[in-house]
Each structure stands twice: as C-alpha cells, then as structure tokens.
C-alpha cells in the first residue's frame, strides 16, 4: 500500500537519510504520538503546506512543503496492534479527546 507523509524539505531529507523517528513525533496528537500518514496524496499534500509554513515562521527559514511516499507492508513479527473505531463514535471521540489532553487530565 503506498501511503504519502507532508512535512517540510529538511524534515523529508531527514526521513529519506535515517528512516522515521519517532523522537521527532509531537505529544498530543490526535491518534497519540507516531508518524501520520495518509493514502490520500491531497491530503499528504495539504499537511505539508501547514507543516512547512509553521517550520518556517518557528525558524525563520523559507523551505518548500515536500511528500514523502512510503510503501506499507504490514509485517506480523513487530507485535504491533490495531484499534478500529468507528468515526465520529462517542469512543472515536474519546479517543481522540484523550490523545490531546495532557496526561493530567484524561477522560474515562
């Protein structure tokens, strides 16, 4: 399955060079901390738009939005696991309310 991540030039070259680091993952994210990707390239291109306007005016800098297309193959042997929920669910939602709040503050 080949999935796209939109971020700025300096962040995918860092991707590209050294592979996903989830050091560089924001806490508070919708879905919990992680690398975001989405199989919509439109979308992939939207959030690099955001993601660089907001590296440029944090750092002063000018880069241009690039995508990062990745090929996803699911591999058993990692132990990761898969929640499914259905969107906009009250438990999606909680879901997500939680990811955002710090972890003060989390809901049941």
């Given at each position: 399955m080949k999935l796209y991540h939109g971020t700025?030039?300096?962040?995918?070259?860092?991707?590209?060079?050294?592979?996903?680091?989830?050091?560089?993952?924001k806490p508070y994210l919708d879905f919990g901390a992680g690398f975001y990707t989405t199989p919509s390239y439109e979308h992939?291109?939207?959030?690099?738009?955001?993601?660089t306007q907001k590296y440029n005016a944090k750092?002063?800098?000018s880069e241009e939005p690039y995508i990062?297309?990745?090929?996803?193959?699911?591999v058993k042997e990692v132990g990761l696991s898969m929640v499914s929920y259905?969107?906009?669910?009250e438990r999606w939602g909680k879901?997500?309310?939680?990811?955002r709040l710090t972890?003060?503050?989390l809901m049941e």
């Open positions: 700025n030039y300096s962040s995918a070259i860092n991707i590209v060079d050294n592979g996903i680091d989830l050091k560089y993952s992939a291109a939207t959030a690099a738009i955001r993601a750092y002063g800098t990062v297309a990745v090929d996803y193959r699911p259905p969107r906009h669910s879901f997500v309310l939680n990811n972890s003060d503050i």
